[in-house]
């Protein structure tokens, strides 16, 4: 098996070590490069994936073909954000947001960019920063106008800005209304899946605004009980969540 298809059965030890055999060959594989930073991830080991990250993503940002791309920006926020370099991995996120009202970022999600804009105000909420937290919002909203807010992960916006329900947005991400019945479906659907793990956390960071912590954090449980999707970064905050509270909790 290829290193990308050991990390996609969640054997990311094997990957790892098969990335390592090819950037020994070849230190300019991007692609294993890539993979391996994704197995690091998956496993918790973030310092080790950081510069993997910063490697590949800089390649991306400078390939003539794909002017305006954020290269692994995201990623790149979510890891400072894990080794508790919060200032920077809102620096980094809100750079994002900026990049796609400028223009300088071409390249975004189906929904023409709300992702930066949704962990934007996750880490705003997170730290208690008003102003992070009206920006990301005016933002979702700009964005909402732009796309009608209907291809994912438009539907969570909308939901910050009170336009649809919970309920919608567990319809959108599976087709189903009920809880239960949207697990049964992400069971065996690897994009329902992923966009459950959206909902799942944006509603539990909906309820931290409103200051319910404890509702919050049975939402991140939910998320990171799910099978890990791999490539979305809600399903790794969520579990970064609950390895918080638990180690905060043993040490009561």
Same mark, same amino acid.
């Given at each position: 098996?290829?290193?990308?298809?050991?990390?996609?059965?969640?054997?990311?030890?094997?990957?790892?070590?098969?990335?390592?055999?090819?950037?020994?060959?070849?230190?300019?594989?991007?692609?294993?490069?890539?993979?391996? !930073?994704?197995?690091?991830?998956?496993?918790?080991?973030?310092?080790?994936?950081?510069?993997?990250?910063?490697?590949?993503?800089?390649?991306?940002?400078?390939?003539?073909?794909?002017?305006? @791309?954020?290269?692994?920006?995201?990623?790149?926020?979510?890891? @400072?954000?894990?080794?508790?370099?919060?200032?920077?991995?809102?620096?980094?996120?809100?750079?994002?947001?900026? +990049?796609?009202?400028?223009?300088?970022?071409?390249? +975004?999600?189906?929904?023409?960019?709300?992702?930066?804009?949704?962990?934007?105000?996750?880490?705003?909420?997170?730290?208690?920063?008003?102003?992070?937290?009206?920006?990301?919002?005016?933002?979702?909203?700009?964005?909402?106008?732009?796309? !009608?807010?209907?291809?994912?992960?438009?539907?969570?916006?909308?939901?910050?800005?009170?336009?649809?329900?919970?309920?919608?947005?567990?319809?959108?991400?599976?087709?189903?209304?009920?809880?239960?019945?949207?697990?049964?479906?992400?069971?065996?659907?690897?994009?329902?899946?992923?966009?459950?793990?959206?909902?799942?956390? @944006?509603?539990?960071?909906?309820?931290?605004?409103?200051? !319910?912590?404890?509702?919050?954090?049975?939402?991140?449980?939910?998320?990171?009980?799910?099978?890990?999707?791999?490539?979305?970064?809600?399903?790794?905050?969520?579990?970064?969540?609950?390895?918080? !509270?638990?180690?905060?909790?043993?040490?009561?």
């Amino acid at each position: 098996m290829s290193a990308q298809e050991l990390l996609q059965v969640h054997k990311y030890a094997e990957a790892i070590t098969e990335c390592r055999r090819r950037l020994a060959m070849n230190p300019n594989d991007i692609g294993a490069a890539d993979t391996m !930073a994704s197995a690091l991830t998956a496993v918790g080991q973030y310092r080790e994936a950081l510069p993997l990250y910063e490697f590949v993503g800089l390649d991306e940002r400078e390939d003539k073909l794909t002017p305006g @791309h954020p290269g692994r920006q995201i990623d790149i926020s979510c890891l @400072h954000w894990f080794l508790g370099d919060r200032q920077i991995a809102i620096r980094l996120m809100h750079e994002l947001v900026d +990049g796609i009202l400028d223009g300088s970022i071409n390249y +975004g999600d189906a929904a023409g960019g709300v992702t930066q804009g949704l962990l934007l105000y996750y880490m705003a909420v997170t730290e208690n920063l008003p102003e992070e937290m009206s920006f990301a919002l005016k933002y979702m909203k700009n964005r909402s106008k732009r796309t !009608a807010g209907s291809n994912w992960p438009g539907p969570v916006a909308r939901y910050y800005l009170g336009d649809v329900t919970f309920d919608d947005v567990l319809a959108s991400a599976t087709g189903q209304r009920e809880l239960p019945a949207a697990f049964e479906v992400a069971r065996t659907k690897l994009l329902s899946r992923r966009q459950l793990c959206g909902a799942l956390f @944006h509603d539990g960071v909906r309820r931290r605004a409103k200051g !319910a912590k404890e509702l919050c954090l049975a939402r991140m449980r939910e998320c990171y009980g799910l099978e890990n999707p791999l490539i979305e970064p809600e399903w790794y905050l969520a579990r970064y969540e609950v390895e918080q !509270a638990d180690k905060a909790a043993r040490a009561r």
